[in-house]
């Protein structure tokens, strides 16, 4: 026989290695697959910046509106509309364009005489009301000017704000200045904390409520006691604020 008595034991074995040379020298090499495995930081340093742009409103809202009491609805109603007629007519002559004269409010109310006891109808209240929108800040003037003048005694309601361009301007402005804050927040705090700071990995933009325009009321007048000194109102200003959060990896 080609092996000894003493080698009998280990006879699995070098069968086991006899198959394993056959198989490879008939296949070949199996391949290998071995997975990449990554690790990432979870944490990052974070910062929040606040920029601001303050910029001149170039629009400006207002409601103009007049409140009549009559015995009858068709004689409230009559008064009314030609209160508002007049009023409209006026703005269109001032140059405010018609679609930017819009009716937001009419309403019809009884009024009651409850000392009687049998809750007597003793009038009708016609309410109505008009939003104006400008660009013209002097048209602004003039239309409460005219309104008052020719029966509207509700005034209320001035707002000023930025069309879509000038906001987004104004948008721009406030992020750069967002980010700059943001940086040289990053650049302070990391050096105050013995932290060496990597890469900006990740800017975010967190909401906001602006723009924050200026709001103005006016108490209800009456025509007659209306101011006979022209209307001056001033848009002032109006802020755009912005935060910025910048996470930077750390080293």
């Known amino acids: 026989m080609w092996y ?9 074995v070098i069968l086991f290695f006899a198959l394993a040379a056959l198989f490879f020298k ?27 742009a303050s910029v001149a409103p170039d629009t400006a809202e207002i409601t103009l509106g007049v409140n009549t009491r009559e015995s009858t609805v068709a004689a409230a109603q009559t008064k009314t509309n030609q209160v508002i007629s007049g009023i409209t007519q006026a703005l269109k ?3 405010v364009e018609e679609k930017n004269i819009k009716t937001i409010n009419y309403s019809v109310n009884p009024e009651y005489d409850y000392s009687s006891g049998n809750n007597r109808i003793t009038g009708y209240n016609v309410n109505a009301s008009l939003l104006i929108k400008v660009t013209d800040f002097a048209k602004l003037n003039q239309a409460i000017d005219s309104a008052t003048s020719l029966g509207a005694n509700q005034v209320g309601g001035v707002n000023f704000t930025l069309s879509d361009d000038a906001r987004l301007k104004a948008e721009d402005q406030a992020r750069i200045s967002a980010v700059k804050i943001a940086k040289d927040k990053a650049n302070s705090l990391s050096k105050a904390a013995g932290i060496r700071l990597g890469k900006l990995v990740n ?13 103005r009321d006016f108490a209800a007048m009456e025509a007659k006691s209306a ?10 200003s109006t802020e755009v604020r912005l935060s910025i959060t910048l996470s930077y990896e750390t080293l």
């Open 26 to 52: 008939l296949v070949g090499p199996i391949p290998l697959s071995v997975n990449q495995v990554s690790t990432q930081k979870a944490a990052t340093f974070d910062v929040v910046g606040e920029g601001s």
């Open 4 to 12: 000894s008595e003493h080698m009998k034991p280990y006879l699995p």
């Open 93 to 95: 002559q001032n140059g």
């Open 203 to 215: 800017v975010q933009e967190n909401p906001t409520n602006g723009p924050y325009p200026i709001y």
């Open 227 to 236: 101011p006979s000194e022209p209307t001056q109102i001033q848009p002032g």
